[in-house]
């Protein structure tokens, strides 16, 4: 069984910034690829950010320049680093992992989600 606990939404201003962890827990796993996603109100989740295991990012052209994602591989663990944030940034993080689980391949676990509310 895999958990993902995610910390770090909260209020901010616009122009301000956060840090977003999502810290990955259980057994007979290897994470291969993490990220994070956003929902916004009455719209669809997108890709915020992803980061493969040797390190390659991804990022939403709308978070270029701003956020940065990375990932501690000693402690299972994805940041997600934001800054001059904006009010459209308002929205659900999610963080997401691909793990590689034995006899059974490669399997995705999402968290549950934090806040993240830019006041203009």
């Known amino acids: 069984q895999v958990q993902l606990v995610e910390s770090g939404g909260g209020l901010v201003q616009a122009g301000g910034s956060l840090r977003l962890s999502c810290a990955t827990s259980g057994s007979s796993f290897v994470i291969n690829a993490m990220g994070w996603y956003r929902q916004a109100p009455g719209k669809q989740r997108d890709l915020v950010a992803t980061?493969?295991?040797?390190?390659?990012?991804n990022y939403a052209d709308s978070v270029k320049g701003r956020f940065t994602i990375s990932r501690d591989n000693a402690k299972n663990t994805v940041f997600l680093q934001m800054s001059s944030l904006q009010p459209e940034d308002t929205a659900v993080y999610y963080c997401?992992?691909?793990?590689?689980?034995?006899?059974?391949?490669?399997?995705?676990?999402w968290g549950q989600g934090t806040l993240v509310t830019v006041s203009p």
């Open positions: 997401t992992v691909v793990v590689i689980m034995p006899k059974v391949g490669a399997m995705d676990y």
């Open positions: 980061i493969t295991s040797g390190g390659s990012t």
